[in-house]
């Protein structure tokens, strides 16, 4: 059975930006570089666990999506993306380049979005799929057929391989009702605000 691995760029440099800021790790010349050590780090361990016939890493393209057209507040807390992590996500990009992973990005959609169509067009064909993504929104890929699974990096280091089964174990749905769940319980780190007394 063939086994695709998909990556989910952006949300993997951002959980390791924020998970490694602390050790503050630097080039002799005082560049960032914490956040390009675990992407890399949290890449060739999955590589080390599964040996899949195809790769491909997705970025986000920009900060305004599809959905800021239907709700103009989405995401719209959120700060800009500092500095070093902008320093760092350029070579992080540069470094997945270099080594020959196609890299995919849709203009006004996020690299998640990108990676679900991805994702079930390749399990359709009957191809497994593994999704490495530090976006926890992303359960709502995983299909029925267990097809496709998702391994989320842990704060304090591993992947935690999450199905079907674990999604319910975690939050109490399927992955098809994530969106529901979503949408009834509201989510801060998206602004979406959620039904009142519900959320």
Do not use: C
């Not at 998970?19 to 992407?39: D, N, V």
């Not at 590589?47 to 305004?64: E, H, K, N, T, W």
């Not at 979503?182 to 602004?191: A, E, H, I, M, R």
């Amino acid at each position: 059975m063939k086994q695709l691995v998909l990556i989910d760029g952006h949300s993997l440099a951002y959980r390791m930006y924020f998970a490694l800021e602390r050790t503050g790790m630097k080039t002799s010349k005082k560049e960032p570089t914490w956040a390009i050590f675990g992407f890399f780090k949290a890449l060739f361990e999955l590589l080390g666990r599964v040996q899949p016939d195809g790769i491909a890493v997705a970025f986000d393209m920009g900060r305004i999506t599809f959905r800021n057209e239907i709700y103009p507040d989405y995401k719209a807390h959120r700060d800009e993306m500092p500095d070093d992590m902008r320093q760092q996500m350029a070579a992080i990009r540069e470094g997945v380049e270099l080594l020959g992973i196609p890299v995919f990005g849709v203009e006004h959609f996020e690299a998640d979005d990108v990676i679900g169509t991805l994702a079930r067009q390749a399990a359709e064909d009957g191809v497994n799929v593994v999704i490495l993504t530090g976006d926890q929104d992303a359960f709502q890929i995983i299909d029925e057929a267990g097809r496709i699974s998702l391994l989320v990096p842990s704060f304090k280091g591993g992947l935690s391989e999450y199905d079907r089964q674990k999604v319910f174990e975690k939050w109490g749905v399927y992955p098809e009702q994530v969106t529901d769940f979503k949408g009834l319980k509201g989510d801060p780190s998206d602004n979406i605000p959620g039904v009142p007394g519900v959320g």
